[in-house]
């Protein structure tokens, strides 16, 4: 493991009219790596972005910068640079002159302050737009001139503040392939904010999830995917169908009123579960298979898969995502692998979560 | 940044201290004087007793009344078949153009215009109604007041009519208004705030034009402001002035909170519930 | 079809109001007779008048000093005060600062006059030059903050902070973003403040002293001694001048908004060509 680029310690944020935006917030950056900060609007995802960018300050905890304290470095001071949601372009200037706005700042040279723009324009792929008005600038071109703007300053760490979210859809998904790409390309630690579970799955190395000033869970998008920490966490991220249950042993778990095998261990017997079973994970049969069986309500058609909603005898509604559709009012039975069963403990803390979780993969 | 910004920020509250605060202290401490420099209420006695003040503020709201009603009248059609109009921008630079021009020429082009030889009686004798005394009279000063006047109740009214949503009065025609309802009942409605800041912008000028009064109403006409000009410059009463001037200040808030957009506060109101 | 007649002939009515006494103004400043009543012919000799009225000249450049001295000062305070307004947290302070900025602007102009001279007066200041000075940059701070403020409210803060991430420090910001951002706001305000202090007579007229006369004052003292075509080539002169200013004024503004497209054009042209 790299030596951390960035690291926040017990960071807290509290406002004047005593409303807590963080509250210990323990993070760690290694260089080269993207990272995302995944959350709902309010979370305060873009908070911890303002923190380390130096917009704002921290009520306490320590923020490092390859080991240095800077909770007091003025933003002008920080090797970052930011990306900003709406673009921050500066509308008095043009596109060469803002991406040069740094750059004329550090009193470079003139001509290498042109070659290293034209250098940041042609690698978000808008060569020839130098001397362009930012009016006249679609809102993906902006976008780009932004992005160019921030890396010419070759900053260790881009901050990116929801930067795809005023983007059409087409656009969005364009631009998380470029995005992903840039960074492989300039090797620099990318922290993106997103309340977008797709575009943080799809783009990164690690995700952070926040809700209301905490960070849930951290991790690698398939293990945040697989292994939810949380009613939260598993409702954000990916859809799910989530349902009471009850451990009876290792191994074993109880909901709906049967007993399945599953693939989670370490809890206290008879303890109150909750469990998650992923739509895809669910795959559709004849009743008399069925591990469950369910009367099919509505199927929606939704391009790469149907999109059908059952309901089984005790009410539960189901999610099914499935590849043929079904005919409605049917009876189906649905099949899972134990490894799809997902249990998730009521209250436990991330680090529980990953201790529990080392322990019983190791058998 | 912080230090720097109140460093930079000094003049303006000087001046804030010095020009806005101080003088109507001043002009206030002033009124409660005599001319021996005495605290007294004697102004204020001499004004609420004296019947000559008393129809002089009368007659100087009245003229301001009439002032404002006859340039609202003119101002609103105008304004409203402006908004009609292609090129805008150009013809509203020739409604303001003669803004620019120094107010005391116009009323200096009116002593020509209105005197006894002038071209307006001239055209009265041509066609047979022989030559008036015109100058020095009350409808000249209304004239040339309202002259003066309208192209400031123009600008608010446009920009009113302007910023309205056509989309509303399609809404209403679609809905089956006629014209004029469509005018009464939304038009109109929707632009009174520009009604209102037009009225501001003339009503309270018009309590105090007092180079007019002296230059086309001939002393006819006297307003709170040629009392207080008279006071100040003339016979060297700077506490009775000063308590005109007061009496003018109060008009003026009274003015200010009858045209203040009701809709605005209306609006605060919400705000302060949905906290 | 009638209607549009109608809209058409009651604004060419207007105008023609709004423009008649000025024309006939500027007319009669050719005339050779010496009154604004009978035209018996064509002369320049009302000009030449003018222009070799020495007192006059004094009184215009006095005039012009004034508007350029003052609208200059005001604009620096006034939009450091609308920098300083637009930068308060509290909404309270806020509005009572804008309610106090605008004191000035919906005073009548005599209360302004009457109060500046019991306030110089009162400061021991003597009347002339320093005093309508001082008046003229006094009521015209709170046009140029109104006209400066709703630029530096449409300012995004993020650009504020894209200044600061990019390495500027607060002159930088300052000087680099906000002042090029607000510039429309400061240009507008300049403008009318220097058209303010051109315009203004009343306050002029009572906190100006025996010895300083700007051309307001002027006018209205020979205004009151009865006609005299000198004042009716004066009208045209001025005329002549806002019309300068407002076609300044108007080409200023497509300047700055064309010099850009021009510049892209040629950029365009560079890489079409390479």
Redesign the interface.
């Known amino acids: 493991m790299a030596a951390p680029i960035i690291e926040l310690q017990g960071i807290t944020k509290t406002y004047d009219d005593g409303f807590t935006a963080l509250s210990n917030i323990n993070m760690t950056i290694e260089p080269g790596k993207f990272y995302s900060l995944l959350g709902p609007s309010g979370s305060g995802k873009t908070t911890i972005l303002r923190l380390i960018?130096?917009?704002t300050n921290a009520s306490s905890g320590a923020i490092l910068f390859e080991g240095q304290k800077i909770n007091d470095l003025?933003?002008?001071?920080r090797k970052?640079?930011?990306v900003?949601?709406?673009y921050?372009?500066?509308?008095?200037?043009?596109v060469f002159e803002n991406v040069a706005?740094?750059l004329n700042?550090?009193k470079r040279p003139k001509a290498e302050i042109k070659k290293r723009v034209l250098d940041a324009l042609k690698l978000v792929q808008l060569p020839?737009y130098?001397?362009?008005?930012i009016s006249?600038l679609s809102g993906g071109q902006q976008q780009r001139v932004a992005i160019a703007?921030?890396i010419v300053?070759e900053p260790k760490v881009l901050l990116l503040d929801e930067p795809l979210s005023a983007l059409d859809m087409k656009l969005r998904q364009d631009m998380q392939y470029e995005l992903r790409e840039l960074q492989q390309r300039l090797k620099i630690t990318f922290i993106f904010v997103t309340h977008d579970q797709e575009e943080a799955l799809a783009m990164s190395d690690e995700i952070f999830v926040v809700n209301d000033g905490k960070i849930l869970q951290s991790g690698t998008p398939v293990d945040i995917y697989d292994e939810p920490i949380n009613h939260f966490v598993a409702n954000f991220i990916g859809e799910s169908n989530i349902l009471p249950g009850e451990m009876l042993a290792d191994y074993q778990v109880e909901f709906v009123g049967k007993t399945f095998e599953c693939a989670d261990a370490g809890m206290k017997p008879n303890e109150k579960v909750e469990v998650v079973l992923r739509p895809e994970d669910l795959d559709v049969t004849t009743a008399e298979q069925g591990k469950l069986v369910v009367t099919v309500d509505t199927q929606l058609f939704r391009g790469d898969h149907f999109e059908i909603i059952g309901i089984d005898d005790d009410g539960n509604e189901w999610l099914i995502h499935s590849t043929n559709p079904v005919r409605g009012g049917k009876h189906i039975g649905l099949t899972f692998e134990p490894e799809d069963i997902h249990v998730m403990r009521f209250g436990e803390k991330e680090a529980d979560f990953d201790a529990r979780l080392e322990q019983y993969e190791e058998d | 940044m912080k230090q720097s910004k109140r460093f930079f920020m000094i003049p303006y509250f000087i001046w804030i201290g010095l020009f806005v605060i101080a003088p109507l202290v001043l002009i206030l401490y002033q009124s409660l004087t005599n001319t021996q420099h005495q605290f007294t209420l004697q102004n204020y006695a001499t004004y609420g007793t004296s019947t000559t003040y008393l129809h002089m503020s009368l007659n100087s709201l009245w003229y301001a009344f009439l002032i404002t009603a006859i340039t609202l009248l003119i101002s609103y059609p105008a304004a409203y078949f402006l908004s009609k109009l292609k090129h805008q921008q150009l013809w509203l630079l020739l409604i303001i153009l003669p803004t620019w021009i120094n107010l005391l020429l116009k009323a200096y082009a009116f002593i020509g215009l209105l005197s006894r030889t002038g071209s307006v009686n001239q055209f009265l004798t041509f066609v047979g109604i022989g030559p008036q005394q015109l100058l020095f009279s009350d409808a000249s000063f209304l004239l040339v007041a309202t002259y003066i006047e309208i192209p400031f109740m123009i600008l608010p009214i446009y920009n009113a009519i302007v910023e309205l949503n056509p989309a509303l009065i399609n809404a209403s025609r679609d809905l089956g208004a006629t014209n004029w309802q469509t005018f009464r009942r939304v038009i109109f409605p929707l632009t009174i705030s520009g009604v209102k800041a037009g009225v501001q912008a003339v009503f309270i000028p018009s309590l105090s034009l007092f180079m007019l009064t002296r230059l086309i109403g001939g002393n006819r006409v006297i307003t709170l402001g040629t009392a207080i000009e008279e006071h100040f410059m003339t016979t060297m009463n700077w506490g009775m002035g000063s308590t005109i001037g007061v009496v003018l200040i109060v008009m003026m808030f009274i003015i200010m909170a009858l045209t203040n957009d009701r809709r605005k506060k209306r609006r605060e109101v919400n705000d302060d519930e949905e906290n | 079809m009638k209607k549009i007649k109608f809209s058409s002939v009651y604004l060419v009515l207007v105008f023609i109001i709004l423009y008649i006494p000025i024309f006939y103004l500027i007319f009669y400043s050719f005339n050779q007779g010496g009154n604004m009543n009978h035209f018996t012919g064509f002369t320049w000799a009302h000009y030449q008048e003018l222009f070799s009225d020495k007192r006059m000249l004094v009184i215009v450049l006095d005039t012009f000093l004034i508007a350029i001295l003052s609208s200059l000062f005001a604009t620096i305070i006034g939009t450091f005060g609308a920098l300083g307004i637009a930068g308060r947290k509290s909404q309270r302070t806020k509005s009572a600062l804008l309610t106090l900025n605008n004191v000035l602007m919906v005073s009548p102009d005599v209360i302004i006059g009457a109060s500046f001279l019991i306030l110089f007066s009162a400061l021991g200041i003597g009347l002339g030059f320093g005093s309508v000075l001082l008046s003229h940059i006094a009521f015209s701070i709170p046009i140029v903050v109104l006209l400066v403020l709703p630029k530096v409210n449409e300012l995004d803060p993020a650009l504020l902070n894209a200044a600061q991430d990019l390495g500027a420090t607060n002159w930088q910001t300052f000087s680099r973003v906000i002042v090029p951002y607000i510039t429309p706001g400061i240009f507008s305000g300049f403008f009318m403040a220097f058209t303010y202090s051109l315009d203004d007579f009343a306050v002029t007229f009572f906190v100006t002293g025996n010895g300083f006369t700007t051309l307001s004052v002027e006018i209205y003292s020979r205004a009151r001694q009865g006609i005299s075509l000198e004042i009716n080539a004066l009208s045209a002169v001025m005329f002549l001048f806002s019309l300068l200013l407002v076609v300044g004024y108007y080409f200023v503004n497509r300047y700055s908004h064309s010099r850009r497209q021009k510049q892209r054009r040629h950029a365009k042209s560079e890489v079409t060509l390479s």
């Open positions: 960018a130096g917009f003025p933003a002008n001071q970052v640079n930011t900003f949601q709406n921050a372009l500066f509308p008095h200037l043009d706005f740094g700042l550090q020839g130098a001397n362009r008005e006249e703007r921030a300053n």
